[in-house]
């Protein structure tokens, strides 16, 4: 990823920081400016909870560059509780205990290494709800 | 508008070519093509590729192709839309020719895959994803039709199983196609027990990482009946497009996009899915096959995958697909593959296909899917009588 790139997306791939259409209010992630639903401009910020479950998944075997030393790891579409889908990885889980429609949680994790001398990338993944954090919102 | 013809084909095997460039295999597919049609000099070429910056460092294909081709001079460009670029390059021709721009032009798919190692192709096909939101999380183009899969096996009540006719008819069909890189059959069981790339995906449910070029030429069909061409109508040419990323879908497993530019097509076309005779689909995974199925009109939602399991995409059944050996079988160049198709499906409507022809056929539909279903253009092309 492109250093600028990087820093650019900074806020909602470190925390989910998303956008809200002040029209339809629509929850948009990732944020995009102009709201997909109604078409009119939508740039206020808006914090996701992190909070959703799992509407689909996968095991990578073959990764592309830069991803094998992590493979097999497992990629999902998480259903976020405010509405959008989001793709990411899932952690903290074996890939035989994933279905679909189990609870998530989004957590800030190392994504990978661009080599010794490179940039350490951080983002989002989502690991299992924590049982505690369940039972105490 | 003018009416627009498919007066020659060309194509080169697909294969893993190491001793050929770009250049060379656009070219002698080109050349094959003006040959077939009888045409010396086009008045412009459009080359649809994908990958040739990220793979060979090669841009500007355009002048690159034509001059390779013997054609120096004459207007050439590059077309892409990820792994329907071939399809957006014979639209490009297309209108060029509808429009009354020009009288002849060829149009080129090409795409040289194997001049990186896998592990480069794949993170250079991710490109036809979203780069931060998907490229970025370690998905692979593989894992967001794995997401697609697992989703509609989970919605519609499928095991992997259910998809291995696809694979099966593929192959099957690919035997007699001197084109294709696969020509041996797959069975049901060695579907099953084929290795995981990115689950339930496995390698059978895969096209495989490949080179070719495939081009055709197009004429006013008015000018081919004068001139006594063997032509092939483009009664149909409609693109759609949708979000690149998968997640931003409201019902990723709609395909809205194809489902808007097969709809496209039939209203241009005046026909419906009842009346196509056989289909070219973006089979570049079983899961796109089903998808494109039903997106078509020749399947209910939720039912593209049964087709597969009753015979019905088979030369002999209601729908035949992958007449030739499809994505799967005969080969995903990515950006060459719309042209295979249009190649394929005009060798069937001129009687052409050898021991694959559909006897009697005379309407075909070929649809390219760009991306999980971001960009996609369907084609319907029908037999002229002389």
Redesign the interface.
């Known amino acids: 990823?492109r250093n600028a790139?990087y820093w650019r997306?900074g806020p909602q791939?470190m925390s989910l920081m998303g956008e809200v259409c002040p029209h339809c209010h629509a929850k948009l992630f990732?944020p995009r400016d102009v709201c997909?639903k109604c078409g009119a401009p939508a740039r206020e910020a808006y914090q996701f909870s992190g909070r959703g479950t799992v509407?689909?998944?996968?095991?990578?075997?073959?990764?592309?560059?830069?991803?094998?030393e992590?493979a097999p790891?497992v990629?999902?579409?998480v259903k976020l509780e405010e509405g959008?889908?989001?793709?990411?990885?899932l952690t903290d889980v074996a890939?035989t205990e994933v279905a679909?429609g189990m609870p998530v949680e989004m957590v800030t994790r190392k994504?990978?290494a661009e080599g010794e001398s490179g940039l350490i990338?951080y983002?989002y993944k989502f690991r299992p709800l924590l049982q505690e954090a369940a039972a105490h919102p | 508008m003018r009416d627009v013809s498919i007066v020659g084909i060309g194509q080169i095997p697909v294969r893993e070519h190491w001793a050929r460039s770009l250049q060379v295999m656009g070219a002698d597919a080109v050349r094959l093509a003006l040959q077939d049609a009888g045409v010396e000099r086009p008045g412009a070429l459009y080359v649809g590729n994908m990958l040739s910056g990220q793979i060979s460092g090669q841009e500007n294909l355009g002048a690159l192709v034509a001059d390779h081709a013997g054609l120096r001079g004459i207007e050439a460009l590059k077309v892409e839309a990820a792994c329907a670029s071939g399809a957006a390059a014979l639209r490009v021709g297309y209108i060029a020719v509808a429009s009354g721009l020009h009288d002849a032009v060829v149009v080129c798919g090409v795409e040289k895959m194997t001049d990186a190692?896998?592990?480069?192709t794949?993170?250079a096909?991710?490109s036809a994803a979203d780069a931060?939101?998907?490229?970025?999380?370690?998905?692979?183009f593989?894992?967001l039709n794995?997401?697609?899969m697992?989703?509609y096996m989970?919605e519609y009540g499928y095991t992997r199983d259910a998809f291995a006719g696809f694979a099966v008819n593929a192959h099957r069909n690919a035997l007699h196609n001197p084109n294709a890189m696969f020509r041996r059959a797959v069975t049901a069981e060695a579907f099953h027990r084929s290795?995981?790339?990115?689950?339930?995906?496995s390698l059978l449910d895969s096209s495989a990482i490949a080179d070719g070029a495939a081009a055709v030429v197009l004429t006013p069909t008015e000018l081919a009946r004068a001139h006594g061409m063997r032509a092939v109508r483009i009664a149909a040419s409609a693109a759609a497009t949708d979000?690149v990323?998968?997640?931003?879908?409201d019902e990723?497993l709609a395909l809205a996009a194809a489902r808007q530019s097969a709809l496209g097509a039939y209203a241009q076309a005046g026909c419906k899915p009842a009346d196509i005779d056989f289909a070219e689909l973006h089979d570049a995974f079983t899961i796109m096959t089903a998808l494109s199925l039903e997106a078509c009109g020749f399947a209910e939602r939720g039912e593209g995958a049964r087709l597969a399991m009753v015979d019905a995409i088979t030369p002999a059944g209601r729908i035949p697909i992958s007449t030739m050996g499809g994505l799967k079988a005969r080969g995903h160049p990515v950006g060459a593959t719309g042209l295979y198709q249009a190649v394929e499906a005009t060798l069937q409507l001129r009687g052409e296909a050898g021991d694959n022809q559909i006897a009697g056929c005379r309407i075909g539909l070929v649809q390219n899917i760009g991306g999980s279903g971001a960009n996609v253009i369907t084609h319907i092309l029908e037999r002229v009588g002389h």
């Open positions: 990823m790139s997306t791939r990732p997909p509407y689909s998944f996968s095991t990578l075997y073959s990764a592309p560059l830069g991803w094998a992590y790891y990629v999902a579409l959008p889908l989001v793709t990411a990885q890939p679909i994504m990978r990338q983002g | 190692l896998v592990d480069e794949t993170a096909l991710v931060v939101y998907e490229g970025e999380q370690g998905v692979s593989v894992a794995a997401l697609l697992q989703r989970h290795k995981m790339i990115a689950s339930p995906v979000s990323a998968l997640h931003e879908r990723p």
